[in-house]
């Protein structure tokens, strides 16, 4: 019996052994490779807090109760906020953390009831990303395979952190490329782990990526580095966005990115010379108010050079939670149905009907931080399934006041998170072990869970959970199995037409999938884009200034994450050997910024904004730029999102967590 991993989108296949994960050859990591958390994800099963009940409020605190008691308490609070304030006064947060199945079954209920207020942290991740590259190539996923990252003859990784966040991607299919030689680049603020591996850092300042892609492809032009043939076959724009190139100054560009104009050349250099050159993106690219823009930078770069539709190349988001692609492949999106279609196409909407039975509204809903800050407003009624935004939405206050205002709060989840203290009703769901359905990795491929073990005392299957709040609220909404529904779900997802648990089996099928064929696309765009468009788009990006202003004497705040622990910390936190790893977060400071300060390494330190105020401890270490601090957001204490500001992306509604000013002191 085997399942696959909990934690981040690479995938791995895992099987629980004496209480401890053990890698098994999977569809990913072939050799049965794990990293840390993975073999610490089934710590999650002797948590001492572990929902094993239904919980309801009464005066105040949460008591234990019967499923009927609790599902009718939720179904009257659903049913008042319906009455009151009709489709749209109702909310819904499904899980990028859990299945394909349970998903769609929620995002279905969402429509069922009339409304498309329904999110993922898709939202939280790579929503900006998704945005800019389905724009310009027509499609939003990695263009190619995890497998083929092992033939490219250069790597450039921006914005993200390979060697701690996608563990097994880097050390089993980046890592063989830079071994064979291909020179690996990094763009990153800090001096990370993946840095370390790295021959070229853009160590640059967060939030100028813009002005230092730009100045990337002016090099690239200066230099007639570019792929002529590949540019004049496959791409259009490229006149008016070399003239635009043309007038960028490459020096002033580096210089107000922070980075030496000599490091800036040799990279490019670097990147255009191999033959073909992988791209991979991250958080630092897409959590900006700016992220689309960022995105449309970089793909100007990949354009320019040449790198796609071939191996060894491609731009590859790296995708966050286990199943955050597939969430958003089911529908569990505001604006977007099953299948990637819009809520405003009429033909959508009925081939869906033709599916369901019924028609989804037309309305876009709201996305995942507009719905919060909606909270006890317009929206009246919430069910947040695997989540845990009172720690990992911008602007924690702000948030946690929406949850306090809301007049049902309901949340199904594995343990007591901080957002269940917030909750009226508490549905005690599964985790990866004990249910039984699919997740789709970051290269696309969809994987089964086996159920290896049975929830415990009380607690049910995510499936059977949402299942029965659902048919108490409607009767559209009637499948009764995860299989039942994956047979749905591949008739309205047209990526997943043609797949099958048997077909699956313990292996893996890769979208597109499309009938009758043996093995999904591991290069997208080979002859042409996304939808069958001929050519790709450059597009000029000009600068956008950071949300925050950083005064003289303020930092800026960027914001992450580290080998060991996983997101809201909700599961990672409660690892005994995870905490014993990584026990509690500080604030990493430049020694300059620590001596202007008075601060000494170990020393407590206040970091204060206009949003909020945390405590914590400094690290003092040149790992940060100067003028920069690190926190993760990780911990509810620190509590680093109390300081992150709600400014959206405009296009993708994704917040800034990468930029936000501060002052740092001794308390
Ligand atoms: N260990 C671990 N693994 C995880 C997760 C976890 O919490 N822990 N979470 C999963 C999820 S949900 C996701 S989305 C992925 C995210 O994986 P990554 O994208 O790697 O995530 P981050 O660490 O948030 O950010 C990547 C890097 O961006 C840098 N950065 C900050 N600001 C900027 C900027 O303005 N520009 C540039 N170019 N870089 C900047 C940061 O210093 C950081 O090293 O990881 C997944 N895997
Ligand atoms: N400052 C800052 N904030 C960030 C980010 C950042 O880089 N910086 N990154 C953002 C990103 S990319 C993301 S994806 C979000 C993540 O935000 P969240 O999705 O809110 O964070 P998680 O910790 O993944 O939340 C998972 C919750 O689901 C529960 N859970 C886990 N598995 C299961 C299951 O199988 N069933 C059920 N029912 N519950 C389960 C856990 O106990 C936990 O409470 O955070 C965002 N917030
Ligand atoms: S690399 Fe990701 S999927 Fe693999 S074991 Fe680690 S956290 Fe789990
Ligand atoms: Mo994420």
New binding site residues.
């Given amino acids: 019996m085997r399942s696959v991993c909990?934690f981040c989108g690479v995938g791995c296949t895992l099987r629980g052994e004496d209480g401890r994960g053990r890698g098994a050859p999977g569809a990913v990591n072939r050799r049965g490779e794990l990293c840390p958390k993975g073999v610490a994800a089934y710590e999650i099963h002797d948590a001492d807090d572990r929902l094993t009940t239904p919980l309801v409020r009464e005066d105040g605190d949460l008591r234990p109760a019967s499923w009927d008691e609790a599902l009718d308490r939720a179904v009257a609070g659903f049913e008042a906020a319906l009455d009151a304030g009709g489709p749209d006064s109702l909310g819904f947060l499904a899980?990028?953390?859990?299945t394909n199945e349970e998903n769609y079954l929620l995002a279905k209920l969402a429509r069922a009831l009339g409304t498309n207020n329904v999110d993922n942290?898709a939202r939280?991740?790579h929503s900006s990303t998704v945005a800019a590259m389905s724009d310009r190539l027509g499609a939003g996923a990695m263009t190619n395979s995890l497998d083929d990252a092992t033939e490219a003859g250069a790597v450039l990784v921006w914005g993200a952190n390979p060697v701690e966040n996608h563990p097994v991607a880097y050390s089993s299919y980046l890592n063989q490329a830079v071994k064979s030689g291909a020179p690996l680049v990094v763009a990153d603020p800090r001096e990370t782990k993946t840095v370390q591996r790295a021959d070229i850092h853009l160590q640059l300042r967060p939030g100028y990526d813009i002005p230092l892609l730009n100045a990337l492809c002016a090099v690239v032009v200066d230099e007639g580095l570019w792929d002529e043939s590949f540019v004049a076959a496959r791409t259009e724009g490229f006149e008016s966005f070399a003239d635009a190139l043309r007038d960028v100054d490459i020096a002033a560009n580096a210089e107000l990115a922070g980075v030496a104009e000599t490091t800036v050349r040799e990279a490019a250099r670097a990147f255009a010379g191999a033959d073909a050159a992988a791209t991979y993106t991250g958080?630092g690219t897409s959590?900006h108010h700016y992220g689309t823009l960022n995105v449309h930078a970089l793909c100007n770069l990949v354009l320019l050079t040449g790198n796609l539709g071939k191996p060894g190349a491609g731009l590859n988001p790296l995708r966050?939670?286990n199943n955050?692609q597939g969430a958003s492949d089911v529908g569990a999106l505001p604006d977007l149905l099953p299948g990637y279609r819009s809520v405003a196409d009429a033909d959508a909407r009925a081939a869906l009907e033709d599916v369901w039975g019924f028609e989804p509204p037309a309305e876009p809903g709201l996305t995942e931080v507009e719905l919060t800050h909606a909270f006890g407003d317009d929206v009246r009624a919430a069910f947040v399934?695997?989540?845990?935004?009172a720690?990992?939405?911008?602007n924690a206050s702000r948030v946690r006041d929406g949850l306090d205002a809301l007049d049902t709060l309901v949340v199904?989840?594995?343990?007591r998170?901080e957002?269940v203290e917030y909750a009226d009703v508490v549905l005690p769901?599964?985790?990866?072990a004990e249910?039984t359905g699919t997740y789709t990795n970051t290269d696309r491929q969809v994987q089964r869970l086996f159920g290896e073990r049975d929830p415990p005392a009380d607690a049910r299957r995510?499936f059977d959970a949402i299942g029965a709040f659902a048919r108490r609220l409607t009767d559209d909404v009637a499948l009764e199995t995860p299989e039942e529904a994956f047979e749905e779900l591949v008739t309205a997802v047209p990526q997943y037409a043609g797949m099958s648990y048997d077909g699956i089996g313990e292996g893996s099928q890769r979208w597109p999938f499309p009938e009758g064929a043996e093995e999904g696309e591991a290069i997208l765009h080979r002859e042409t884009f996304g939808g069958g468009r001929e050519r790709a788009e450059f597009r000029a990006v000009g600068h956008v200034e950071p949300a925050d202003d950083v005064a003289d004497d303020e930092l800026a705040l960027t914001?992450?994450?580290v080998l060991q622990h996983?997101?809201?910390?909700?599961?990672t936190r409660r690892s005994t050997t995870l905490s014993r790893l990584y026990p509690g977060d500080a604030l990493s400071i430049h020694p300059a910024d620590a001596e202007a300060r008075d601060i000494a390494d170990g020393n407590p330190v206040v970091v204060e904004n206009d949003r909020g105020l945390v405590e914590t401890t400094a690290r003092v270490t040149d790992s940060v730029r100067p003028g920069v601090v690190f926190l993760t957001?990780h911990f509810a204490e620190p509590l680093?999102?109390e300081l992150?500001g709600d400014e959206l992306d405009p296009e993708a509604k994704i917040p800034e967590?990468k930029h936000s000013a501060v002052t740092v002191m001794k308390p």
């Avoid at 720690?391 to 911008?394: A, G, L, M, N, Q």
């Fill in positions: 909990p899980s990028s953390n859990c942290c939280l991740c958080m959590q966050g939670q955050v399934f695997g989540e845990n935004p720690v990992t939405e911008p199904l989840d594995v343990v998170s957002t769901g599964s985790t990866f249910k995510d914001t992450g994450r996983f997101n809201s910390g909700a599961v957001f680093a999102n992150t967590y």
